[in-house]
């Protein structure tokens, strides 16, 4: 299986200040058609995962562009450019070229 | 607005089938991949599998061997279910659509099911 690593765990970040998690995988996301299926996902305590990031950089219907994503092959980023309090939580890459998919360890998110 | 809603036992023995099932309400059942994920206690989600509204499944291979899933499109429902549970099977199981050309984008509100003696 695809092992995707994330870093930082945890990330402390005072309020209005840009944030940036990591997430690497053990092979290339570049899928045979051409497409990397690396998503983002929000997790706050007690609540299902919420899709932030689709295919590496597009934003999901009515996430804020605070939030961007970027990266290729098998070197990801999120980027958070002023982080508000509604941003608590554990974020997670998730990888969808190979089966069976994997998710990241994930990344606390502290303010 | 695409809702999904699951439900299902929370508490099993070792060795008991676990059986949840998802309904899906709006949008169409037909052009995606239902799909059921599983997050243990304090860790990431793994992906167990994922069928079609034609039936077909793709399961991980980790759990293969003891995983079914099956749909039935009257409904806009699809069900999970794991044999022989022991105590590793305890997480938070969620159901969810994974949209073919970008992944998994509405999940359910997730079922915990703890296998205890």
């Known amino acids: 299986d695809v092992v995707m690593s994330q870093s930082p765990l945890p990330l402390p970040v005072p309020l209005g200040q840009p944030a940036s998690i990591s997430c690497r995988s053990s092979q290339s996301l570049v899928h045979s058609n051409g497409n990397t299926y690396l998503n983002w996902y929000h997790q706050r305590p007690g609540q299902s995962p919420r899709r932030l990031i689709y295919?590496?950089?597009n934003r999901d219907s009515g996430v804020p562009d605070r939030f961007s994503g970027s990266g290729s092959g098998s070197d990801f980023t999120l980027k958070i450019s002023r982080v508000e309090a509604e941003d608590v939580g554990v974020y997670y890459c998730?990888?969808?070229?190979?089966?069976?998919?994997?998710f990241g360890r994930g990344t606390k998110l502290e303010i | 607005q695409v809702q999904l809603q699951q439900w299902g036992a929370g508490l099993l023995k070792p060795s008991e089938t676990l059986s949840l099932t998802c309904a899906v309400y709006?949008?169409?059942?037909?052009?995606?991949?239902w799909s059921w994920i599983r997050q243990p206690p304090g860790k990431g989600p793994e992906w167990i599998g994922e069928?079609?509204?034609?039936?077909?499944?793709n399961y991980s291979p980790s759990l293969k061997s003891r995983v079914t899933m099956s749909v039935d499109t009257s409904k806009y429902q699809f069900s999970l279910k794991v044999n022989s549970v022991t105590a590793a099977d305890t997480a938070v199981y969620y159901c969810?659509?994974?949209?073919?050309?970008?992944?998994?984008?509405?999940w359910g509100q997730g079922t915990l099911v703890n296998v205890s003696s």
């Open positions: 998730m990888q969808g070229t190979h089966w069976p998919y994997t």
């Open positions: 069928i079609n509204h034609s039936g077909t499944a």
């Open positions: 969810a659509r994974k949209d073919t050309l970008t992944g998994p984008d509405y």
């Open positions: 295919k590496v950089s």
């Open positions: 709006g949008g169409s059942f037909s052009g995606y991949y």
